[in-house]
Nanobody
Framework: QVQLVESGGGLVQAGGSLRLSCAASGRTFRDTAMGWFRQAPGKEREFVAAINGGGSRTFYADFVKGRITVSSDNAKNTVYLEISSLKPDDTAAYYC??????????????????????WGQGTQITVSS
C-alpha cells in the first residue's frame, strides 16, 4: 500500500513562492513516476508537473511557463513542487500522485490521471492579490 502525504501549502501573497512536499511510503521513487495535479474551486483537476522514476526527466503543463520546478529526493522518498511568482489563478488544492510505472510512453501519459494509482489528500494553496 502506497501512502502519500503532501505538505507546504498555505496562504501567500501574489508574487510569492512556495515549496510543496510529498512524502511517500510503500514504494521507492526509483520505481515510480510521480505527478502533481491541482484542482481549483469549481474546476476539474488538471496536470501540473511530473517526474519519472529516478528523477532523470521532468514534464510540465503548458501553463507552467518556467514558474514551477518538480524534483525528487530518492533518499528521503520525497517529491517537491516549487512554485514561484504565484498568481491568484494558482489558488487550488494541489495533489501528488504515484504512477503505475516508473515511466510512461508516449510522454503525454504523464499528464493523464489514470496513469496514477495512488493519490495524496491534497494541500491547499491560496494566493491573495
Amino acid at each position: 500500500q502506497v501512502q502519500l502525504v503532501e505538505s507546504g501549502g498555505g496562504l501567500v501573497q501574489a508574487g510569492g513562492s512556495l515549496r510543496l512536499s510529498c512524502a511517500a511510503s510503500g514504494r521507492t521513487f526509483r520505481d515510480t513516476a510521480m505527478g502533481w495535479f491541482r484542482q481549483a474551486p469549481g474546476k476539474e483537476r488538471e496536470f501540473v508537473a511530473a517526474i519519472n522514476g529516478g528523477g532523470s526527466r521532468t514534464f510540465y503543463a503548458d501553463f507552467v511557463k518556467g514558474r514551477i520546478t518538480v524534483s525528487s529526493d530518492n533518499a528521503k522518498n520525497t517529491v517537491y513542487l516549487e512554485i514561484s511568482s504565484l498568481k491568484p489563478d494558482d489558488t487550488a488544492a494541489y495533489y501528488c500522485a504515484a504512477g503505475v510505472a516508473a515511466s510512461f510512453s508516449p510522454e503525454y501519459l504523464y499528464g493523464a490521471e489514470n496513469s496514477y494509482a495512488y493519490w495524496g489528500q491534497g494541500t491547499q494553496i491560496t494566493v491573495s492579490s
